[in-house]
């Protein structure tokens, strides 16, 4: 799709020659996108309530330490999930590891970064719905055949990287957790529920320290929102040198937070509306293609959606953190992989534009792009598949009087560091303590 966007770009001496570019960009994209394997799905757009429960974490039940706290969870009456465990074994000096929703968008995610950063494998499980089952997926050079995703899937598993869905993961979440594997789940289900870290390895990685994969306790590690990781891997470096009492975010997400089928459909769109056509409206009722809307989550009672609280209530989680107000509003846009974030922010102390660019030049997982001269800033398009969250724009709020406040323009890829490199780097620091 990068090619795509460039072809929208391109100025051309009339339309015809700009259908036919982007129309050349378009077969390319699709030409490539055969090369790996796609399933598509319709997202699940209702989101189910957050539920305060106790998750198991042992077969027999038991209890979750963290921070001094201890949370008492529930036991499973299910006979298969005992035996599971029973069966599972030691684990060995390389993780055994589960990928539940393979064959998605964050699935296939997930075993490139695992390639790419050369994570240790015990094994590999590839776990997807009865539909997926039976499908052949390349790693390493190797073929994998996808299994139906059932309650007796985890008794070996050592990690558990989930990206299924909600609905999916409060089902079989605590089970792998009982059948003794770490979790580390991408949807909302967990993310609120007391006693459940919700983790950005480069911010509040230690949360997890005491979490001890070869252990076979079992435990689930929630991956915050897509728009939360990419909006706090630039602010917190500013708010550990000064507090920032007060965050205004605009955010303008691409199709990818929806899930393959949404991108899928966006490419789709955008054939169509250059032909002249109807345009395919399977995943949004709206029109997606050279447009723009509310973000698809529910609406709630005081005008917010869903996205828009999750920033609210994420942010003050991770940070550990209350007294911090914040608004957010959370908008779709037509680009495929990697979103873009205007933040305001009011500190509590002075913070120049010259400190703010040192501390983020030298903040891991952060590339700055701020170039006046050049008007040079991030794009979304800069930011797809890359692992880095950059940000530019970096200036004093003018709206304030001194140096109290500071606006900053933010762009990352969903599907990595908002979603699957995420939940990899925590994988990763699982292994390292």
């Known amino acids: 799709m990068k090619q795509v966007t460039q072809a929208l770009r391109r100025p051309s001496p009339s339309r015809v020659a700009t259908t036919h570019a982007i129309h050349s960009a378009i077969h390319q994209h699709q030409h490539q996108h055969q090369c790996r394997y796609t399933h598509t799905h319709r997202h699940i757009q209702q989101q189910q309530q957050q539920q305060q429960q106790g998750l198991s ?38 993780p055994r590891v589960a990928i539940v929703g393979a064959t998605g968008a964050v699935g296939q995610e997930f075993l490139d970064l695992l390639d790419q950063r050369n994570f240790p494998l015990g094994s590999l499980k590839l776990l997807a719905s009865a539909r997926s089952a039976g499908k052949k ?42 059948a003794g594997a770490v979790v580390v789940d991408n949807s909302s289900a967990f993310r609120m529920t007391d006693g459940i870290p919700l983790v950005i390895p480069e911010i509040n990685g230690e949360e997890i320290d005491n979490v001890k994969w070869k252990s076979r306790e079992g435990a689930i590690i929630a991956n915050p929102n897509c728009s939360t990781i990419i909006a706090l891997m630039a602010v917190t470096p500013l708010h550990r040198e000064s507090t920032v009492k007060r965050m205004v975010v605009s955010t303008y997400q691409a199709a990818s937070g929806a899930g393959q089928a949404a991108m899928d459909e966006l490419v789709l769109q955008t054939k169509e509306a250059l032909e002249g056509k109807e345009v395919t409206k399977d995943i949004f009722p709206i029109q997606y293609a050279f447009n723009l809307f509310s973000h698809n989550s529910p609406m709630q009672d005081n005008g917010y959606n869903e996205e828009e609280l999750k920033m609210v209530k994420e942010t003050k989680k991770i940070w550990n953190f209350d007294d911090v107000s914040i608004t ?8 495929i992989r990697a979103h ?30 701020d170039n006046r001269e050049e008007n040079t800033f991030p794009t979304p398009l800069d930011a797809s598949f890359k692992d880095d969250v950059f940000v530019g724009r970096i200036r004093k709020d003018i709206s304030r009087v001194g140096n109290n406040g500071l606006d900053l323009f933010v762009c990352g890829d969903q599907i990595r560091k908002g979603a699957a490199l995420n939940a990899v780097q925590i994988a990763e620091r699982l292994l390292s303590h």
């Not at 008492?72 to 465990?85: K, N, T, W």
């Not at 974030?341 to 952060?366: T, W």
């Open 57 to 94: 974490l042992r077969a027999r039940g038991g209890t979750l330490k963290r921070g001094g706290q201890t949370s008492r969870v529930p036991s499973s009456s299910s006979s298969s999930l005992v035996a599971a465990a029973g069966a599972a074994g030691a684990a060995g000096e390389a």
């Open 340 to 369: 873009a974030e205007s933040i305001n922010l009011e500190f509590e102390k002075p913070l120049s534009e010259g400190k703010a660019r040192e501390l983020l030049s030298g903040a891991p997982g952060v590339s700055l792009i």
């Open 328 to 335: 957010a509003t959370c908008i779709r846009v037509p680009i």
């Open 137 to 178: 997926m390349e790693f390493k050079g190797k073929s994998y055949e996808v299994e139906e995703l059932t309650e007796d899937s985890f008794g070996d598993v050592d990690i558990a990287l989930f990206s299924a869905g909600g609905g999916i993961s409060k089902k079989f979440g605590p089970v792998a957790a009982e």
